[in-house]
């Protein structure tokens, strides 16, 4: 996730939505919508504090929506968020510790990522086979 980014869709929720200068004043009414008190000395007008507010968080997530699970490092779990530790030999990839107690990944032989190498699974698996032979 890239800090900066987030930083910088941040800092553009500092701008009064009405005048688009930072605040002066900020005044924040009862829908939860913040403007500087100058732009509506009397308070904004209903309707308007509505659009205010659906555009407001609109805009919010559209920039935020690439820092979705999808936007996870590649060394971490897409379905579980959590860093890989992992290495099924079963369906040769790695896994998390959630994968590890899950249904998908029952009864599969895992070694810990940072010790896996190619043909480290074949190995292991057909010195297991030997052993129950």
Known sequence: MDIAL???????????PVCSNFFQDPVTGPCGNTWCRACFPGGAPEELRTSLCLDRVGALLKRLQHLQPSAL????CAQHSEPFTL???????????????????????MV?????????????????????A
Do not use: N
Request: aromatic share 6%.
């Open 6 to 16: 987030v930083i910088r869709s941040l800092e553009k929720e500092l701008f009064c």
């Open 73 to 76: 490092p590649q060394d971490h």
């Open 87 to 109: 290495f099924c030999c079963q369906h040769r990839e790695p896994a998390c510790e959630v994968c590890k107690h899950s249904l998908e990944h029952v009864e599969h032989h």
């Open 112 to 132: 810990p990522l940072a010790a896996w190498a190619p043909g480290k699974c074949r190995s292991r698996s057909g010195s297991q086979r030997q052993a129950q």
